[in-house]
């Protein structure tokens, strides 16, 4: 059996690696992939912790999150499609305002 803090450091460095690539990157596509990075670092997380205790919450609440993150990818999606049609831009450097 893996232990409980090989779950936990792979969580860690999954986290570390969204944040990263959250904040050095530009690109409005690769900052919803780090940002959905790090909401399965947390699922990562939560499922061992939820093994690890025995107890079903932890399996119950990473259904939620993953609910959540379907909804903010497809949202979040919508949103760059939008902007793309309309400036023709994905880099935040380059978007200067955002009326309608």
Same mark, same amino acid.
């Given at each position: 059996?893996?232990? $409980?803090?090989? #779950? ?6 999954? @986290? ?5 690539? @959250? !904040? &050095? +990157? +530009?690109?409005?596509?690769?900052? $919803?992939?780090? &940002?959905? $990075?790090? $909401? ?8 061992? @912790?939820?093994? #690890?205790?025995?107890?079903? +919450?932890?399996?119950?609440?990473? !259904? @939620? ?13 919508? &949103? ?6 309309? *400036? ?6 380059? &978007?200067?305002?955002? *009326?309608?």
């Amino acid at each position: 059996m893996v232990p $409980l803090n090989w #779950y936990i450091e792979l969580s860690a460095i999954i @986290f570390t690696i969204g944040a990263v690539g @959250f !904040l &050095i +990157r +530009r690109n409005i596509m690769i900052m $919803l992939i780090s &940002i959905e $990075l790090m $909401l399965n670092s947390v699922n990562i997380s939560l499922v061992a @912790f939820s093994h #690890y205790l025995q107890d079903i +919450r932890g399996q119950v609440l990473v !259904l @939620f999150i993953i609910t959540v993150a379907a909804s903010e990818a497809a949202i979040g999606l919508a &949103i760059v499609v939008a902007m793309f049609k309309n *400036k023709a831009v994905l880099h935040t450097d380059e &978007i200067m305002e955002m *009326k309608g």
